[in-house]
């Protein structure tokens, strides 16, 4: 008959499923605070990313040779971003190249990348403190006002910002 008598039963059902689910997937709360933990997924560009060339790296001019071997900061590098010889270095290992074979997205030769602090959310604060706003810190500031403890009842993921699916095509 009819499907609507039947949805009419079952929509207290719907409405607190969701909420059902969550309850059960809740980690308890911290014993000592009473704090359910929090995770903050950072919005786009917050995630701070390191990289080190290796000798793969084909600079697109040879003041981008940079230092081999060695880890630093790639994103967010404001110094970088303001140097007008340093801006098209770092432009060019932030790129991503499209491989055919493994149909995504990777790194340019030679540039290996990671985001920092995975699990905390100081990978992806800003550093500048009149930034804050960007980024969550703001909200970071008042969870920690809350009680809320970076590490323990607080988390952070970070990601790489550029990874997103490949467009069709
Ligand atoms: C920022 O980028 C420049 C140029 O690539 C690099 O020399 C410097 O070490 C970077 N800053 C940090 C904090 O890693």
């Known amino acids: 008959m009819a499907p609507l008598p039947h949805l009419h039963r079952l ?14 997937g809740a980690r308890p709360p911290d014993a000592a605070t009473g704090l359910h933990p929090v995770v903050l997924l950072p919005g786009n560009k917050c ?9 793969a790296y084909e600079p697109p001019s040879p003041q981008c040779k940079g230092p081999v071997g060695r880890w630093f900061r790639l994103w967010k ?5 303001r140097d ?10 932030l790129r991503l190249v499209y491989d055919p074979a493994l149909r995504d997205f990777r790194n ?15 990978g992806f604060l800003a550093d500048n403190p009149g930034d804050k706003d960007l980024c969550m810190g703001t909200l970071v500031e008042a969870l920690e006002r809350a ?11 970070p990601y790489d910002f550029r990874q997103a699916p490949a467009a069709p095509g």
């Not at 007008?84 to 290992?93: E, G, K, T, V, Y």
């Not at 030679?110 to 959310?121: I, K, Y």
Request: proline residues 6%; contains cysteine; hydrophobic residues 45%.
């Open 47 to 55: 995630s701070q990313l390191e990289a080190r060339l290796t000798d």
């Open 11 to 24: 929509l207290p059902l719907l409405l607190f499923l969701p909420f059902i689910l969550v309850r059960r």
């Open 84 to 93: 007008p010889a340093a801006a098209p270095c770092l432009a060019d290992q």
């Open 77 to 81: 590098n404001a110094t970088a971003q």
């Open 108 to 122: 340019v030769a030679g540039v290996e990348t990671r985001v920092l602090r995975f699990g905390s959310t100081r």
């Open 147 to 157: 009680g809320y403890r970076d590490g323990e009842t607080l988390f952070g993921a």
